[in-house]
């Protein structure tokens, strides 16, 4: 991985487009800015793993169980079945 | 002499339209293109299905009426992106289940990244929401276990 060490106020430039700038550090929090073209998501890292785990996991489920099969069957509980299901 | 309006389908027994995420879903950037089925006998539960790659699809949801005090707020980027609003433009909200099993219900939806969907325009974005610290990608919506 290339390692930058940079100060306040400096920046780095990733291509053409995309700009990051380092904008405060307080303890061991450091505030970042980033200007990138509209078509290019900026996540959080761990935000972005859970999400698309959590997409590949939705779209395994769904071809496992055949999801077209699968909506036929899905209730919502109701307040009856919740109170049959306590029985 | 055919008339191509007459080899259109006039009436389907599944409507469906097709949804545009032109940045694809999160992690799965190829997915671009998909149809979004709706089955009067399945509702709330609607299909999400690619048009990219046959046989992917997602089951989704609106939240409205099922997930108690959602309140999904998204980036002035986004919104803009999408070119919807509060007022005159509110977009269609579709979060995405993983049912992770039937017999018994274990299903759960994503609330952290809904898919944001400008109707009138068919595109959409899934977008991780500003409060998103405040839900869970595996939110149990029916927990029969």
Known sequence: MLTLSRKVDETIRIGDHIEIRIKRIEGDIVRIGIEAPKDVPIYRGEVYAEVKAQNLAALEQARQNSAGAVLQQLRLPTADTKAEQKK | ?145
């Open chain 2, 1 to 145: 002499m055919l008339n191509l309006h007459e080899l259109e389908p006039s009436c389907t027994t599944v409507p469906a339209t097709t949804v545009y995420l032109p940045l694809g879903l999160v992690g799965l950037n190829d997915l671009k293109r998909f149809e979004l089925v709706t089955e009067e006998e399945s509702l709330p539960f609607r299909r999400l299905r690619s048009l990219d790659t046959a046989g992917l699809e997602f089951v989704v949801i609106a939240p409205e009426g099922l997930i108690p005090d959602y309140s999904a707020q998204i980036a002035d980027e986004d919104a803009e992106l999408l070119g919807v609003d509060n007022n005159e433009n509110p977009p269609e909200i579709l979060n995405i289940l993983t049912v992770h099993s039937v017999n018994p219900q274990r299903v759960t939806a994503n609330l952290v990244a809904p898919i944001i969907l400008n109707s009138r325009t068919q595109v959409a974005k899934q977008v991780i929401l500003t409060n998103y610290k405040e839900y869970s990608t595996h939110h149990p919506l029916i927990d029969e276990a």
